[in-house]
């Protein structure tokens, strides 16, 4: 049924049609996803938004700046009211800080959602963010996670696994969110110099980031590690760091930038999944990585999520065998994991076979309905509402990808509320009967075509389009 | 000083289970049992939450970190001469002295490696091994419970329901909007639209339900509360930091509570409400008597208060049940926080916990009784517990907790006498 391929490869494999898309695609799904990994990685550039290590500078110096006034606030004689409330009002300048960033990270990555015309490209990229989530719970990952995207995420996506993993793992957002930029190697220069001292410190390793690294982005949790090799790989991975972050040994370097600190570095060989590494300080982490990013595990983990995502909930193994094979064919060239998804014949049989996320329910609304994204606030409302904040998933882990995780009672009526009150702004200006078979194409069912036929108003006919089962899933 | 409870297993001679089924039956209708399940996401630090102050290997493990023993500046909240409570579970406190809240250590599920994913897949799917099962085991014991039914036998306070919550009984969720109502004639045409799609049509149906009970509840109108960030979607396993200033953790879950026993008072509605809780995965600054964890069980302690007050008359018929995936390393990491481990403390609190009690068989926490050398070792399986509670309080009839609600769990028997009855 090669009528149905523009709307899969427009709603499972984009972000849902925009006015005119399906036309566009005309039964060359396929060819039209390939030439979208042909064009370059797909950079988000706006003159208003600041790098990591400009934002991470920026914060440094206002926690300092926090530090002195809650001092001097403490040191104050009379314990006056102006001091505290010089250290309240202190304490509220980083999220005042920090908060526009988010907003505006927020507001540009949206905009690209829903103008882009290569979203199949957007939709990876959403899928590598969230498979090397950071979460903006965390204080000061507001003001990273979309710098984070764009700056370690966006210029691999078309590139090399080995290559994303390495950019991921030394960027400051992920050593921070994972706390790897005070992990200290035991019997490291520093250390030892702590324990000459008699120092009441006891400094050691932290193995938040060496876990995650296998257990979520190379391996996954079957994938034949053990706590040995956990604190091994943290060992190794002692001293990857940030300039000016951290506190009495750890300061020092560029504000805001990758550092590795050889007085941090726990020496010595160490041995990661049955293979030696010699001590090479910085290029032991780096040599076990590219490892890592070769392990037939990761191969398999990775395929996995990216049929799960692709594919269905529960994907067919021959599925995911066959991308696995690319993967490890290839070197980890994901251009060519991703042509050899678009080449599975599963992702073409069943039309609606994945529920979509609130993030890809609210992007396929503005993109079928030509919404303008409004800067700001009004930019993440709808996220935070559907139950989806953008860089919130709260974990390593990422957002769920499965139907089960996100079709509740509760979240079901979120949408349909949020259809209503869309349907309500736009009145007459949008005509969902014209809009339902150029958004939905072939899946169109006959129901939704007589119920948006049928509506009561104009307003209730784009209400009734976005409610329809068919709208809910990809 | 008694650290050593002498564990209460309940017999799984069928006669005796037949006895008990009968007694409860009769019970149910008068006393109207209700549960409320906490799942604390991130792995919460037992050593921390209920400090064995009296063991002699805690302070080393802890440093600068181990809390004091109750009544030296900042220390634990007594207990029973050898566990205290943390400094910050005030509330929780009051609940022991009134009988109202046991405290079971040295307890963890059947799961024995450290990821919280795979841990909380365990704790909720009640299966010794993660994803083996797509349902929960509340769910799945709701649909064995007797007494009598509603609609919603239990409700998830979120917008998504989860796995602990998933299976064949019919559950809802629910959280407030913050959009408005749509009209009638709009519901009307929607429910025709998703009369043939089997899972939509459901879903909308038991929000329907849910919204149907929440607007009937008078005084304490769930329909006036305003939405609350912290019942945010969280079927993810909210394991991150927290970040949120001291101040607003006060108030962190007041909103979820009002919501649980807004739902739970009422006649007719469910009798089961869960929701999560984050951010209990201290990797760094955990803090000791103040800081970082201190500031999450401050909230909680709060939120329990809360629920307590709001529940009214309904409390002296609620078990609150606070579980985690599993607990963390036993020292202080190199970051003044604690990396993944494995046993932890569950909490037993409300009117129908027969409480003041600490139940653990004592594993010590030397060298050589560390699991791994470097966690504590679980001496208690987590099913008996929920084994004992669905039996005693919710009155699941053990046949059915042994085969459908907790496979393979042989090992795990009941452990009885956690409930007033």
Not at chain 2, 266 to 271: D, I, S, T, V, Y
């Given at each position: 049924m090669r009528e149905g391929f523009s709307a899969i490869a427009a709603n499972r494999f984009g972000l849902g049609a925009r006015p005119g898309e399906l036309a566009a695609i005309a039964d060359d799904g396929r060819d039209w996803l390939e030439a979208q990994l042909r064009a370059g990685p797909p950079v988000l550039s706006d003159p208003q938004l600041r790098s990591s290590q400009e934002t991470l500078a920026q914060a440094q110096k206002l926690r300092q700046e926090i530090r002195a006034q809650r001092k001097s606030a403490e040191g104050a004689t009379a314990p006056g009211k102006a001091g505290a409330d010089d250290a309240a009002a202190a304490a509220q300048a980083l999220p005042q800080f920090l908060r526009p960033i988010y907003l505006s990270e927020v507001t540009a990555r949206l905009r690209a959602a829903v103008a882009t015309e290569r979203p199949f490209i957007e939709r990876l990229t959403q899928f590598w963010g969230n498979h090397f989530a950071v979460s903006v719970d965390k204080q000061l990952l507001s003001g990273l996670a979309g710098s984070f995207e764009r700056e370690a995420i966006r210029p691999h996506v078309l590139g090399n696994f080995s290559d994303l993993l390495l950019a991921v793992e030394t960027h400051a957002a992920m050593l921070l969110y994972l706390d790897n930029h005070l992990s200290v190697g035991p019997h490291s220069q520093a250390a030892l110099r702590l324990e000459r001292r008699a120092h009441p410190r006891r400094l050691g390793i932290n193995e938040n980031l060496a876990r995650e690294i296998l257990e979520l982005h190379t391996l996954g949790v079957g994938g034949g590690y053990t706590q040995a090799d956990v604190t091994a790989f943290a060992e190794v991975i002692t001293g990857w760091s940030i300039g000016g972050e951290g506190g009495g040994p750890f300061v020092g370097g560029e504000p805001g930038k990758f550092l590795f600190r050889p007085e941090l570095h726990e020496p010595g060989a160490k041995r990661v999944l049955g293979t030696a590494y010699a001590d090479g300080g910085y290029g032991q982490g780096v040599a076990v990585l590219r490892d890592l990013a070769g392990h037939p595990s990761t191969a398999r983990f990775i395929a996995l999520k990216l049929a799960r995502h692709f594919i269905a909930d529960d994907p067919p193994p021959q599925a995911v065998g066959r991308l696995a094979r690319a993967f490890t064919g290839s070197g980890g060239d994901l251009p060519t994991v991703y042509r050899a998804l678009i080449d599975s014949r599963e992702a073409w049989v069943q039309p609606l076979a994945k529920y979509k996320t609130p993030s890809d329910y609210i992007i396929s609304g503005f993109r079928g309905l030509t919404l303008p994204v409004e800067a700001g606030q009004p930019a993440l409302t709808p996220f935070g509402v559907l139950g989806q904040r953008v860089w919130e998933p709260g974990s390593p882990a990422g957002w769920p990808d499965r139907s089960a995780d996100w079709d509740g009672a509760s979240a079901l009526m979120k949408r349909i509320e949020w259809a209503d009150a869309l349907g309500q702004r736009l009145g007459n200006r949008r005509d969902a009967v014209q809009l339902a078979p150029q958004l939905l194409g072939a899946n169109l069912s006959a129901a939704t075509r007589s119920a948006v036929a049928h509506a009561a108003s104009a307003a209730q006919a784009v209400t009734l389009l976005l409610a329809a089962p068919e709208f809910m899933r990809r | 000083m008694q650290r050593r409870e002498f564990l209460n297993f309940g017999t799984l001679l069928a006669g005796g289970a037949l006895l008990t089924s009968r007694v409860a039956f009769a019970r149910a209708d008068e006393r109207r049992a209700r549960l409320v399940l906490i799942i604390m996401r991130g792995a919460l630090d037992g050593l921390a939450a209920v400090?064995?102050?009296?063991?002699?290997d805690y302070a080393a493990l802890r440093g600068e970190f181990a809390l004091r023993a109750p009544g030296e500046a900042g220390g634990a909240l007594p207990l029973d001469g050898f566990f205290g409570l943390h400094p910050s579970l005030a509330f929780l406190q009051q609940c022991y002295a009134a009988r109202e809240l046991t405290v079971l250590h040295a307890l963890a599920s059947p799961y024995r490696e450290r990821s919280h994913f795979d841990g909380q897949d365990v704790l909720e799917n009640g299966s010794p091994r993660a994803h083996a099962l797509a349902t929960g085991w509340l769910n799945r014991a709701l649909a064995q419970a007797p007494g009598p039914s509603s609609r919603e036998a239990g409700v998830a306070l979120g917008q998504n329901v989860p796995l602990v919550m998933r299976g064949p009984a019919e559950v809802t969720s629910w959280s407030a909007s913050k959009l408005g109502a749509l009209d009638e004639d709009t519901l009307a045409r929607i429910t025709d639209l998703y009369a043939a799609d089997p899972l939509l049509s459901v879903r909308l149906a038991d929000a329907l339900a849910a919204n149907a009970i929440a607007s009937a509840d008078g005084a304490g109108s769930l329909a006036a509360l305003a939405p609350d960030t912290a019942v945010r979607d969280t079927s993810a396993a909210g394991v991150s930091q927290p970040a949120r200033p001291a101040q607003a953790n006060g108030a962190r879950y007041a909103q979820v509570v009002r919501a649980a026993a807004g739902f739970l008072r009422?006649?007719?509605?469910?009798?089961v409400a869960m929701f999560d809780t984050t951010g209990w995965d201290t990797h760094a600054n955990e803090g000791a008597a103040q800081g970082q964890l201190a500031g999450r069980l401050s909230a909680l302690d709060s939120g329990l208060a809360t629920l307590k007050q709001e529940l009214g008359p309904v409390w002296s018929d609620t078990a609150v049940l606070l579980v985690t995936e599993f607990g963390r390393t036993a020292a202080i990491n190199g970051t003044r926080g604690t990396d993944h481990g494995t046993a932890t403390v569950a909490l037993l609190v409300g009117g129908a916990v027969a409480g003041g009690r600490v139940i653990a068989d004592w594993p010590g926490l030397s060298a050589r009784a560390l699991y791994q050398g470097r966690d504590l070792q679980p001496t208690l399986d987590l099913r008996s517990v929920l084994k004992g509670v669905l039996q005693e309080h919710l009155l699941v009839p053990p046949r059915e907790l042994e085969h459908t609600v907790f496979p393979d769990s042989r090992t795990a028997r009941p452990l009885t006498g956690l409930v007033r009855t």
């Open positions: - | 400090p064995p102050h009296g063991d002699r009422q006649e007719a509605g469910p009798r």
